[in-house]
């Protein structure tokens, strides 16, 4: 049966597509009533947009979760022949392992309440020190390290796969560095939660390729090169010839370390069990991380510093205008990159909010947009068959007006710039040094360099 909230998402989506369009079309008898109804209209578009993908991800939990429940059911009724029974509330959270995943995922939330607690010489409750005798936790101990990212396997993005999300594997473990105990004690949420709000804002790492290793040891990436060898003719009964070797290179990655800066708790939140401790330090520390990151991943110098993907970038297009750029000069930036990288599942747009929005109201010679929205569930916007992904670390625009010398635009096949994440989140919990306000600090580090293994697989379009 259809959901009807998501049937209504989905018109309101199409709607606000068709506004846009016939908005556009009139664009140059636009008076300051019709721009501010473009932006609330794109603003709506966007809105819709997210909450349609949250809602297909929430109907998706929730019959994983039914169909789970139907099936411990249907083994009941098996084991007792033809005799059709019930089953409690109580016998399927026993029998369900999501159930018994969640209920150690409490017991989890509740070790790192006790963790917080503990160096804020805050009593514990009994269920706290439950928790922590189930876990074979210390909470006195004042380093955790936070998930392994060599145990992770990250694969593309929604979008990048027609709609259809890639497993991503993700085994989240507590390390207690100073003894070695507590492994797997950190919640599976907070981690996941951590990581998500820092995908969210890190806009390179949404779309390229990401590898952990458990040290930040420098780490060659062999490359190799053989396109200038082909294959030819050989006569009969001649020689091979001697060796034609490939060119072989290496990408040396390093590990440099970032600080969520301090994220500040008063004592009261901390002693309050209500709060969900975790889930605020998730989204301070993620979005940190996330925002940290995207800089040093789009404009990095390489400098002591991670190389960015659109400062490896070379130039594909350079504008013939001052102040404008058109779409037959995006379709050049297209044809900029090898067929084969054009070909790669990864391979799309990249480009600052307000660009796009400059941008969404180009017309090929017939009229029609080239942007094109997705009006089908799953299937995602595009621009000229690709999909765009909006990156705030890259050069706005200027009341709408492209601004000189700048690089607006990047056309990447996205997967040839890797992420190094190196180790764990390491977090620490500061008791003493902001009593005066009676405040605990938190404050995480981790570390992460990110490198292109091949510039010629990321253009951009330079304003002139």
């Not at 005799?83 to 109580?90: H, L, P, Q």
Request: charged share 25%; hydrophobic share 35%; aromatic share 8%.
């Amino acid at each position: 049966m259809a959901d009807a909230k998501l049937t209504e998402l989905q018109e309101k989506k199409n709607t606000a597509a068709v506004a846009i369009q016939e908005l556009g079309n009139r664009q140059d008898k636009w008076t300051a009533e019709d721009r501010a109804q473009w932006d609330t209209l794109n603003k709506e578009y966007d809105e819709t947009a997210a909450a349609l993908t949250a809602r297909r991800e929430e109907l998706t939990n929730s019959e994983a979760v039914q169909k789970r429940l139907k099936e411990i059911e249907d083994q009941q009724r098996e084991k007792t022949g033809d005799k059709a029974i019930g089953i409690d509330a109580e016998s399927r959270r026993e029998a369900d392992p999501e159930i018994r995943l969640a209920r150690r995922e409490r017991t989890k939330e509740l070790v790192l309440q006790a963790w917080c607690m503990t160096q804020s010489r805050v009593a514990l409750r009994d269920e706290h020190r439950e928790a922590c005798r189930e876990l074979k936790f210390d909470p006195s101990t004042k380093e955790l390290e936070l998930g392994d990212p060599s145990e992770r396997r990250y694969g593309p993005p929604a979008w990048l796969c027609g709609g259809v999300q890639t497993q991503r594997e993700v085994r989240v473990g507590l390390d207690v560095t100073n003894s070695g105990q507590g492994k797997e004690t950190i919640p599976q949420g907070f981690m996941a939660e951590l990581e998500q709000k820092t995908l969210a804002y890190g806009a390179v790492r949404q779309v390229c390729r990401v590898i952990g290793t458990p040290t930040g040891n420098t780490m060659p990436w062999p490359v190799v090169d053989d396109t200038g060898n082909v294959a030819a003719i050989l006569s009969e009964a001649t020689t091979i010839g001697t060796s034609v070797d490939p060119s072989f290179t290496a990408i040396t990655f390093l590990a440099y370390k970032l600080s969520s800066k301090p994220v500040f708790c008063s004592n009261e939140i901390i002693q309050d069990s209500a709060f969900n401790l975790s889930s605020y330090l998730a989204e301070a520390i993620g979005v940190r991380f996330g925002r940290g990151e995207n800089v040093y991943f789009t404009t990095g110098t390489n400098s002591s510093q991670p190389q960015g993907i659109v400062a490896a970038a070379g130039t594909g297009v350079t504008s013939a205008a001052a102040a404008a750029f058109t779409p037959d000069e995006l379709i050049n930036l297209v044809h900029s990159l090898d067929p084969s990288y054009r070909a790669l599942p990864s391979t799309g747009f990249m480009m600052h909010d307000t660009t796009l929005s400059y941008v969404r109201k180009f017309k090929d010679a017939t009229g029609q947009y080239i942007w094109q929205p997705g009006m089908q569930p799953g299937v995602p916007d595009r621009l000229l068959g690709y999909p765009v992904n909006i990156n705030q670390q890259m050069e706005p625009l200027v009341s709408n007006v492209p601004v000189t010398a700048k690089k607006h635009v990047l056309f990447s096949a996205n997967e040839k710039y890797v992420v190094r994440d190196c180790g764990g989140v390491r977090m620490y919990h500061l008791t003493e040094r902001y009593r005066d306000v009676d405040q605990d600090c938190f404050i995480a580090f981790k570390r992460v360099d990110g490198r292109t293994l091949n510039a010629a697989a990321h253009k951009v379009l330079l304003q002139a």
